[in-house]
């Protein structure tokens, strides 16, 4: 175990390939999996779970939009309108067809695939502003047709009740539950993720990333693969909807607004673009940030002010260190939480000759 | 569908119009920026909120109007400028999505930060032109729209003799068509940039001015902003002339689209019937009515 790397002694393509290059990270793989499978569901309280299951399952939109976003550079303002679009889909065949979580999770997945295939449609001829314009476009217009059609909404209030989805005769309903329900899928989101990047399609995702035309020329099919990684990410993005449809007992509009599309895109940025784990940190610390700064703000902000005032400041205050710190990380480390894990992981990699 | 009516839909037109002038000089503040630095400003609307209240905030101490308006206009530029210095200076070559994020974290910090310093609550700015609506026939006039419009165009004129007679528009025009080469002939290119963002504030705070006048000054303000995005794409980035015809557009699509399109559907139209539009327009000529196509190189 307690050797030191100096150079790279890889003899064949299959250990160049590897998921885990470095030597001593299937232990540490390992480890983490042992961490975050066994120790803490048996640990942590009720509310640290909330929490962990808020992260999960920001991690899976988050890791989905990276492919867009990091690999194949199309910026999109519309992942909360996939998002929703998985959450409706699912709701309604549960409840009007009493479908399985195995039906309505790839139901929902797919039906957002399609209508994000047709929104990346004028991304074939536009980029940049362009194209961020236009998926807020499809943001703004998505919500509102959900808003206002009652097929899809559900009447009232345009929320649908669903009960808690039946993995192998149990019924998820805990926490604990519902923290190995949602561990699985950003498993499965994230080795899915990992994979696709190194086949031929991600390769083909990262040439239109690097130059488009370049890529166009070398004979990468543009508007197949910019479609495919508007299709894959909204994939992700419904099946997003649908486990937070789950989690939450109910499909409501308001849960993917515009400024939930804004919040992942925040989490890809925060936390790396076009990295694997980036996404990951990303959402956790999204997730975070709210939470962490109304306890710090319950604990000390009493000596500043009157209790009574600090209540009417805190979103404000919030709204306004959310903001700081986007800009402080963007202007600081541009390359994101990602590169912060990297430099980490180098420095004990490579200790204690660093050079 | 109610039955045509042809007094309500020129009043419908009129007013379009008008608030459409108002878009566009608003609109203007996000090309500017655009064209000579390449940022895209998610926090126009911000931008405006922010000259509302300090304008807002002037009047409340029952300082004369001129006053307000003159430390908005300082107070914009002033803020602008630093603005480009401590933060988007920093941005500048990085990916679109980053920028995009600076200024919607920028958009959340002044958000949070305008309330923390000015208070919750409303805030009304009372433009010195009266309540008495105009009647020009059977159409009658809002005061309050009739004198943003004018503001406005005055405005816009001002900017389009600004880009093009003098010699620092021209010089302007030149960065935002090519830096490298504005360079090469010796044009300061970051003090073009820095003039690109006090131009935005001074926008901003006439902007903030008259929608505050038409709105209210309260956090709900900054949601002009989002009309901003179809302003431009309608009309193109290239042109004065393009902001004005994508805001006269925009206003009088959505004022149609409150006017015919609401009874039947209920609700909401207003807000989306402009991007309904953009999209249509983007799938047919890419580069907005009046943009120019741009040729990529490798």
Known sequence: ?355 | MPDFDLQFTILLVASGLMIGLMYALIALGFVLVYKATGAINFAQGEFVMLGALIAAAVLGANLPFWLACLLSLAGMIGFCFGLERVVLRKLLGRPTVSVIMATIGLASLIDGVAVLIFGPGVRSIDLPVGEMPLYLGPIMLQPVQLAGAAVSLVFLVGFSWFFLKTRMGVAMRAVADNQTVSMGMGINVQRYFAMAWALTGIVSALGGVIWGAMLGVDNQLPLVGLKVFPVVILGGLDSVAGAVVGGLIVGVVEALAAGYLDPVVGGGTKDFAPYVLMILVLMIRPYGLFGRRRIERI
């Open chain 1, 1 to 355: 175990m307690f050797y030191r790397e100096a150079g790279i002694f890889k003899t064949s393509y299959a250990a160049d390939m590897a998921l885990l290059p470095a030597p001593g990270a299937r232990w540490s793989a390992a480890a983490f999996a042992v961490l975050f499978v066994v120790v803490v569901p048996l640990t942590c309280g009720e509310y640290a779970l909330t929490i962990l299951n808020l992260i999960l399952l920001a991690a899976v939109g988050a890791i989905g939009l990276n492919i867009l976003v990091g690999y194949t550079d199309q910026v999109s303002i519309g992942q909360g309108a996939f998002m929703s679009v998985g959450a409706y889909t699912a709701a309604n065949l549960i409840t009007r067809l009493n479908a399985p979580f195995w039906i309505a999770l790839p139901a929902g997945g797919l039906m957002a695939a399609l209508i994000g295939t047709v929104v990346g449609i004028p991304s074939l001829r536009i980029k940049g502003l362009y194209l961020a314009i236009a998926t807020l476009a499809s943001q703004l217009i998505i919500q509102w047709t959900i808003n206002h059609v009652p097929f899809i909404s559900g009447g009232s209030e345009a929320s649908i009740q669903v009960p808690p989805p039946v993995v192998f005769g149990i019924k998820l309903q805990s926490q604990v539950q519902m923290y190995l329900f949602l561990m699985f899928f950003v498993v499965l989101a994230l080795v899915a993720a990992q994979n696709l990047i190194r086949s031929r399609i991600g390769r083909a995702f990262i040439a239109i990333r690097d130059q488009d035309i370049a890529a166009e020329i070398i004979g990468i099919n543009i508007f197949r693969y910019k479609l495919l990684a508007f299709a894959i990410s909204s994939f992700y993005a419904g099946v997003t909807g649908v486990l937070y449809t789950y989690y939450l007992g109910i499909a409501n509009y308001e849960q993917f607004e515009l400024d939930v599309s804004i919040s992942f895109l925040a989490m890809v940025i925060i936390g790396g673009l076009g990295s694997m784990l980036g996404p990951i940190f990303g959402a956790a610390f999204i997730t975070l940030l709210p939470i962490v700064t109304r306890h710090v703000l319950d604990s000390v902000g009493g000596l500043f002010v009157a209790r009574a005032d600090l209540a009417n400041f805190v979103p404000s205050l919030r709204l306004a260190i959310f903001g700081a710190l986007i800009i402080f990380f963007l202007v600081v480390e541009p390359e994101g939480l990602n590169r912060l894990w990297r430099n980490i992981r180098t420095w004990f990699r490579t200790w204690p000759f660093s050079y």
